[in-house]
């Protein structure tokens, strides 16, 4: 992954990542090669879809950590690829807020 992982970490340092997300963020699309063996320019939305099957079906990650793996992997796609990805929202499959109502006052 050589020069995608100097890619994505050199596009985090001009983003302003802090050193923890930029380590963390190449850790998991590091994962997610390492998962398929093939560079990553070469998996395409339907491993993405298999990869987050298997961190929520056999791994059974917590939510916190499969948001982390989404942002990286949306990261990666979008700004050193420049692919555009479809992934698992990163809400978590969580439930939206209902309406406001006019009794209700909404922050």
Known sequence: MGRFRDRMDDDLRIRGYSANTRASY????RHFVRHFMRPPDQLTPEHIRQYQ??????????????????????????QVLRAKPTLAPSDGGRPAPGPCHRDIICH
Not at 26 to 29: A, F, H, P, Q, S
Not at 55 to 77: E, G, H, K, P, S
């Open 26 to 29: 190449l850790r998991c699309v």
């Open 53 to 78: 099957l298997y961190l929520t079906r056999d791994r059974r990650v917590f939510w916190a950590y499969f948001n982390q793996i989404v942002c990286a992997l949306r990261f990666f796609y979008r």
